[in-house]
């Protein structure tokens, strides 16, 4: 049994759809420490694909993206006032950018 190459689609987004997808910027130690090697990292809706993100980000801050990484942060438990919760769970995308191109995180 051979494995096929998947076909490479390339997907368009509309300007609020990737504003829909793309929620906000992780400012985090790791995050930053990320970002000085040209990976930037987002919060992003929990139905978000692979190349939504890729397009959403590429037309919104006009860069050229190499690779889409994405983990799901599940939620804590947690008590407040004696009574059990639970945060509700994350979506992060880390977008590796081409050569040579940057996200200026801070002056957004």
Do not use: C, H
């Amino acid at each position: 049994m051979s494995v096929r190459a998947r076909k490479r689609v390339n997907i368009v987004v509309s300007k609020i759809a990737a504003y829909d997808i793309i929620l906000r910027p992780v400012i985090t130690e790791k995050a930053t420490m990320a970002n000085e090697n040209g990976q930037v990292t987002f919060s992003v809706a929990m139905d978000a694909t692979k190349p939504e993100i890729k397009a959403a980000v590429e037309m919104l801050f006009k860069v050229n993206v190499t690779a889409v990484n994405t983990i799901v942060q599940k939620g804590k438990a947690k008590t407040f006032r004696g009574r059990r919760g639970r945060r509700s769970d994350m979506k992060k995308a880390m977008v590796t950018l081409a050569e040579g191109q940057n996200i200026d995180l801070m002056g957004v």
